[in-house]
């Protein structure tokens, strides 16, 4: 049996620091702020080489209050892609904005810059990058792009935690950027939180207050804001698991490298060959069949034999019942790819004897 995200040998790993992580905080009594709190704040900021880092309850928390800071709301428009997870347009509609869809690049699936460009209006204030599966997207179009007509850019680094461009992290060169530590994420706490990063210190401190009831002072509201703040617990666990960002993205391109070795004869399409211009962290190892019916049919065949896989993701933002509202025309790039895309299992602990299994049996499919 081989799971899609296997947390097991993490928590093997590391017990007991996360044992003693819990402890020393329930023994503190301060379960809000504290500590570790600010220990994860400086340590994520000084890893980005960013100046700030704010802690937020989850990664959708991050970009809700980072649209806030931007000053973003009722009547602007926020360009994201067609394909990412749903929260990135969530975020959007949350702050009362409406998202505006543009189509992905075929393969890494990315925001295609001429497309998003097209789309910008007078009311266009920022666009979301998203690094999607742990692809950075190559900044330099955007950076342009953002100059030429004055927008924001927000990156939503959810999936790319250490992914990078030329040596640069993805999130450290615009103006914000949202971090999630989803358990499932390249480092997850154990249970929901997440982080915004900006070398603008308003853009900070407006950030830390929104997250905190729209504190200035202890009962003095400037702004109505959330309660999207981290909890010490959580940013505890984190503490321990960022050492390791690192080693875990290296074993992580090792498997998706040797993944790209045993397919490269199957008639799929794989993710490209990377190297540090760009270097993705493989949050997912995504393929791309032939077809629907293909990637279904694959997909039946590895559940079967025990092995799990997903599709990230299977509806392209543009087709949401919720986003309804936010009708456009049709996204063939991101369409295309919702019905052919299969992610398969990808995590640090994974056994060579495990991806063996998965790559004998994707032979086994194609050869019958
Ligand atoms: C996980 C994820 C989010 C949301 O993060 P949460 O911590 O789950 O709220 C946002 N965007 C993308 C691309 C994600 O993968």
């Known amino acids: 049996m081989i799971k899609f995200v296997d947390l097991d040998w993490q928590h093997r790993l590391l017990r007991e620091s996360l044992e003693q992580a819990f402890y020393s905080v329930f023994e503190s009594n301060s379960f809000i702020g504290g500590s570790q709190v600010d220990a994860l704040e400086s340590e994520f900021a000084r890893l980005h080489h960013c100046k700030y880092g704010v802690g937020t309850k989850s990664g959708t928390d991050a970009l809700v209050v980072a649209l806030r800071a931007l000053n973003i709301g009722a009547g602007d ?11 990135t347009a969530e975020a959007v509609c949350i702050v009362g904005a409406t998202p505006v869809f543009v189509d992905v ?10 497309l998003a460009e ?4 007078e009311k266009t204030k920022a666009i979301i990058l998203v690094h999607l599966h742990g692809w950075p997207v190559p900044l330099a179009p955007f950076l342009a792009i953002a100059q030429k007509h004055n927008l924001a850019l927000v990156e939503d680094c ?3 935690h ?10 450290s060169r615009t103006q914000v950027a949202c971090f999630s530590f989803f358990p499932g994420k390249n480092i997850g706490a154990l249970g929901d939180s997440g982080m915004v990063i900006t070398n603008h210190q308003k853009l900070a401190e407006t950030v830390r207050i929104l997250a905190n009831h729209g ?28 050492p390791y960002m690192h080693t875990w993205n290296d074993k992580r391109q090792s498997l998706a490298a040797y993944y790209n070795r045993q397919l490269a004869d199957m008639p799929l399409q794989l993710p490209p060959a990377f190297d540090e211009h760009r270097l993705p962290c493989f949050h997912l190892y995504v393929i791309h069949c032939s077809s ?10 590895l559940e079967e034999k025990e ?62």
């Open 77 to 87: 428009e926020v360009i994201v892609p067609a394909m990412t997870f749903f929260a």
């Open 105 to 114: 690049e075929p393969i890494t699936l990315g925001i295609e810059p001429t």
């Open 118 to 121: 097209t789309a910008i209006t």
């Open 158 to 160: 959810a999936q790319a």
């Open 162 to 171: 250490g992914a990078s461009e030329n040596g640069h992290l993805v999130g």
């Open 215 to 242: 504190r200035q002072e202890k009962y003095l509201h400037t702004m109505v804001g959330y309660n999207a703040r981290i909890n010490e617990m959580q940013a505890a666990f984190i503490n321990v698991k960022l």
């Open 292 to 301: 629907q019916a293909v990637r279904d049919n694959l997909q039946a065949f």
């Open 307 to 368: 092995i799990a896989t997903g599709i990230h993701y299977p509806v392209p933002l543009h087709l949401q019942p919720a986003f309804r509202q936010f009708s456009c025309q049709p996204m063939p790039v991101a369409e295309k790819a919702a019905s052919c895309i299969l992610s398969l299992p990808i995590y640090p602990g994974m056994k060579i004897e495990q991806q063996d299994y998965v790559i004998e049996q994707i032979k086994q499919f194609f050869s019958q």
